[in-house]
């Protein structure tokens, strides 16, 4: 999607809000209040029912899909016995309730697990965890795959496919355990591995992802709803590619825990090494028969957020400027560069003059140290951005779009060059916070979390840098 179409404005209400919880002690000045406007109104356009009204239509029993490439697939839904719903993630449950709304009574059921419900009707909304999985998520997890297994050739099942489904939707594979799942996760997000790296790992040690779902619900037609949390959107990635092929082998996966110097735990350890010998089957590649009758489909990714902040800093004068969609990397070090960025256009006008808002999406990791502290990675991007910030014309935010960074309930932060002296923390303890990956308490002392609760979606980070520069925008505001 580029730019906003004419109903995806923030103000129409029609569509869900996301709320900044403690908005009004946020904005500062007007450049606050410009970042924090373009975080709500990116956030809002990737939501399900926004999303859906976009690229989901229903005429004459026809149901119609355009993908953010802009090509349309058309559903006869009249061919069909059943059209049932499964799939798991942040926005699962108002995926689900966006289904409802647009399908009615030509849905006959179906079940999804989220830890952010909606009100639905006829499709089950159940409980999951995120970002570690649990015993509550596996026995939500079975319906989803009792429905799918029911689901015969002459029927259609959506598969709500978004982030987050990789720790949600829960099946461990052969004799390992949830709590083998939960602590191979906890090693890998601690790493700094890359998503891809993690989701190869999980893929393998599941019934469920890598194609998984996909072969239970074979031989329906099966059709992927996919919100994308991932950098480069492949299809294989988000959610652990549950309805997608895996390229990816069990000597790939522990080829990961070696890269990264993680131990165990023993079960996950030797069901990897079994599988590498050829005792368990790989993963279904894509010429397996199981995807004949699965399509896919990208209905929103972190471009649909970064788009609509950009049109909201256009409407109030500013200058935006993407810088990519797919930023990745080590969150401290990437928010010095952006920062860096941010100077530069203040000093030279390049690589756009200001006023400016700098945009950025992806999703930057964190190599744990020690023990750890509390916080995220956006937290740290933010608490590093502080320590670097010495112009009062730049103000940095950054949130993950489902409104909790890590294994935290905030969803990231906003700073600038005056937060961390107004809070009296000394810079060389906000520098070993930094260290010491305890983000949250040195942010909390200076005011600036932002708190979101959950959003209803998951199309991973978004960077706002306002780079106000000579009396700012012009204040304008062309939002209807």
Do not use: W
């Amino acid at each position: 999607m580029t730019g906003r179409d004419s109903d995806s404005d923030c103000t129409d209400d029609r569509h869900a809000h996301v709320t900044i919880e403690n908005r009004s002690t946020l904005e500062r000045t007007p450049a606050h209040e410009l970042a924090l406007e373009c975080v709500t109104a990116g956030l809002e356009a990737a939501h399900p029912e926004r999303v859906l009204d976009e690229r989901l239509a229903v005429e004459d029993d026809v149901l119609s899909i355009r993908d953010v490439d802009g090509g349309t697939t058309r559903y006869e839904l009249a061919s069909y016995d059943d059209v049932v719903v499964v799939g798991g993630g942040n926005a699962a449950g108002h995926l689900a309730h966006a289904l409802e709304t647009h399908l009615g009574d030509r849905l006959s059921g179906g079940a999804v697990v989220t830890d952010d419900p909606a009100p639905t009707d006829l499709i089950e909304v159940l409980p999951g965890d995120h970002p570690f999985p649990s015993e509550r998520g596996r026995e939500s997890t079975r319906r989803v795959l009792e429905i799918a297994d029911g689901a015969g050739e002459d029927d259609l099942v959506l598969a709500c496919i978004t982030g987050g489904g990789s720790a949600l939707v829960v099946a461990p594979a052969g004799s390992l355990s949830v709590d083998d799942l939960r602590t191979v996760t906890d090693d890998l997000l601690r790493s700094g591995a890359s998503i891809d790296e993690i989701n190869a790992v999980r893929k393998h040690c599941s019934a469920v992802k890598g194609g998984g779902l996909a072969d239970v619900a074979s031989p329906a037609t099966v059709v992927g709803l996919v919100l994308s949390d991932v950098v480069g959107d492949d299809l294989g990635v988000v959610s652990s590619g549950p309805i997608s092929p895996d390229p990816t082998t069990y000597a790939d996966a522990l080829a990961v825990l070696e890269r990264y110097g993680i131990d165990g735990p023993d079960a996950v350890l030797e069901h990897l090494r079994r599988g590498d010998r050829g005792e368990f089957p790989e993963t279904p590649v894509t010429s397996a028969a199981t995807f004949d009758g699965v399509t896919s489909h990208l209905l929103a990714s972190a471009t649909t957020a970064i788009d609509a902040a950009a049109g909201i800093a256009t409407d109030r004068g500013y200058d935006p400027l993407v810088l990519s969609s797919g930023i990745r990397g080590e969150s401290s070090e990437v928010a010095r560069v952006h920062v860096a960025i941010a100077e530069e256009c203040l000093a030279t006008g390049n690589p756009v003059t200001p006023p400016a808002v700098l945009l950025s999406g992806g999703e930057t990791t964190v190599s744990v140290t020690g023990d750890g502290g509390t916080g995220g990675p956006n937290q740290e991007f933010v608490l590093s951005a502080a320590l670097e910030l010495t112009d009062e014309e730049i103000v940095v935010a950054s949130v993950d779009s489902d409104g909790i960074d890590g294994p935290t309930d905030v969803a990231g932060a906003i700073v600038d060059s005056s937060s961390l002296a107004a809070s009296g923390l000394e810079f060389g303890e906000a520098r070993t916070a930094l260290a010491e990956n305890d983000a949250q308490p040195a942010l909390e002392a200076m005011g600036t979390l932002v708190r979101t609760g959950p959003t209803g979606t998951n199309v991973n980070d978004l960077r706002v840098v306002v780079v106000d520069g000579e009396g700012g925008g012009d204040g304008s505001d062309s939002r209807s």
